[in-house]
């Protein structure tokens, strides 16, 4: 009796260890991020605003809020319905590729590379086939984002025009087609001239709806930033430089003007929100290289209009530009904080464009030692674009470029970005002030 007792209790002790294993092997496992409690810091309420990820970022000096964009508990809840169906339960809904309206930037950013190119041909006279076929990249890039855009539907369509932050960038298609339909015209004169004036006229209704729809909304001031000079300063200033090589100087003289009178106008209020406001969330600091373009793409706007010559305004475009350029270099830290995401690809067309004013410049004044200078500056950008390709790819082979969404179609209000954490009242400041509005 005693030994069967004693084998009991063995037997009893032993399931009691495994069950103390399983135990502490259950309290090791962490939930799923859409399971766990959501604290306060990692949400701002907005007005049913559910966000897309793809800007994304990360501010090395905020490591408790790094960018991006926060999503809504409707989010939330869509989200783990999502994966719950992945799993095996009762929910299944298709994975989606969410392609926001700031990824247009991809092809914009080739055409840039591609007009860089040209500039050099005049002074180190490198073969025409390295633009054009830099062009034929950025067409493909185009053709491929607008129809992975268009297959979201028109319901996507209409919420990123009425959206604060990705309605500028829905002008950049068009804007692109106008840098490649002005390389085509080398080719197809008649057409390409034809597809630059289609292409701008759909730029500046597109330009033109939006300021009017700015001016009608209630403006948030924090929402104003450098993807605001697209639609109209660069679309004008883009269309001046393209008419010019197609022959229409009258036309060009016109868009010249609208590009520059909107860079004036807005180049005050988004400088004034820059220098006055908050900084920009991590996710929109990439953008703020665009505050280089409006100078150097009217300057090469003034030479494509004024013939190779120099004169007063010619000096003044380039004063502005050496300080915008400035600026850049003293940002240069806070570019290096931020996590790869595809706004780096707000770079690619600003740089270029700015190389490209630099090039024009070499080419009318020939300094000593152009040559190399050329060689350098074109070597420069050509290293950064590639850079960032070459990143692009890494990522999107990795699954990490575009984010998934199984529900795209109800994700389409605006997107809220993640502002920096407050550590002394414990929440994002986004939230603090958006408690204190209510």
């Known amino acids: 009796m005693a030994s069967i007792a004693i084998n009991r209790l063995g037997e009893v002790g032993r399931a009691a260890r495994r069950s103390l294993r399983a135990y502490r092997v259950f309290t090791r496992v962490r939930l799923p991020q859409v399971l766990r409690p959501t604290a306060v810091s990692d949400m701002r309420p907005a007005d049913g605003g559910i966000a897309w990820g793809s800007w994304g970022g990360y501010d090395g000096d905020q490591p408790t809020a790094g960018g991006g964009w926060v999503t809504s508990g409707i989010g939330e809840k869509s989200q783990l319905a999502s994966r719950l169906g992945q799993r095996g339960g009762t929910s299944r809904r298709p994975r989606r590729l969410r392609v926001p309206p700031t990824l247009f930037s991809v092809a914009l950013g080739l055409a840039g590379l591609a007009t860089a190119w040209h500039a050099a041909g005049a002074k180190l006279g490198t073969p025409a086939a390295v633009p054009y076929a830099i062009d034929i990249l950025a067409a493909v890039a185009l053709v491929t984002l607008v129809g992975l855009y268009a297959a979201q539907g028109l319901r996507q369509v209409v919420a990123d025009v009425r959206d604060p932050v990705q309605a500028p960038y829905m002008a950049v298609p068009f804007i692109t087609a106008m840098m490649l339909a002005a390389a085509l015209a080398s080719q197809s004169f008649a057409a390409g001239r034809a597809l630059v004036v289609i292409f701008l006229a759909v730029t500046i209704a597109v330009g033109g709806w939006l300021t009017g729809q700015w001016i009608s909304r209630d403006a948030d ?187 795209a179609a109800d994700n389409w209000r605006t997107p809220v970005p993640r502002e920096p954490y407050d550590a002394q009242r414990g929440q994002d400041r986004g939230t603090a002030e958006w408690i204190e509005r209510r």
């Open 221 to 407: 001031e924090p929402l104003v930033y450098p993807g605001y000079y697209l639609p109209t300063v660069a679309g004008g200033l883009v269309g001046a430089i393209t008419l010019a090589q197609v022959h229409l100087h009258a036309l060009a003289e016109v868009s010249f003007g609208l590009g520059v009178a909107s860079w004036l106008l807005l180049g005050s209020v988004v400088l004034n929100r820059m220098i006055t406001a908050r900084r920009l969330p991590a996710a929109l600091r990439p953008t703020m290289a665009i505050e280089l373009a409006p100078p150097a793409l009217a300057g090469v706007g003034w030479f494509a209009l004024g013939g190779r010559g120099t004169n007063v305004i010619a000096y003044a475009i380039a004063g502005y530009a050496v300080l915008m350029a400035l600026v850049q270099i003293r940002l240069f830290p806070v570019y290096f904080r931020l996590r790869f995401a595809p706004g780096f690809w707000a770079f690619t067309f600003s740089y270029a464009i700015a190389i490209t004013y630099a090039l024009e410049w070499i080419s009318r004044t020939n300094p000593s030692g152009a040559t190399g200078y050329a060689i350098a500056a074109i070597t420069a950008i050509t290293l950064l674009i590639a850079a960032i390709a070459a990143r692009t790819a890494v990522a999107a082979s990795r699954g990490q470029f575009l984010p998934a969404s199984a529900d």
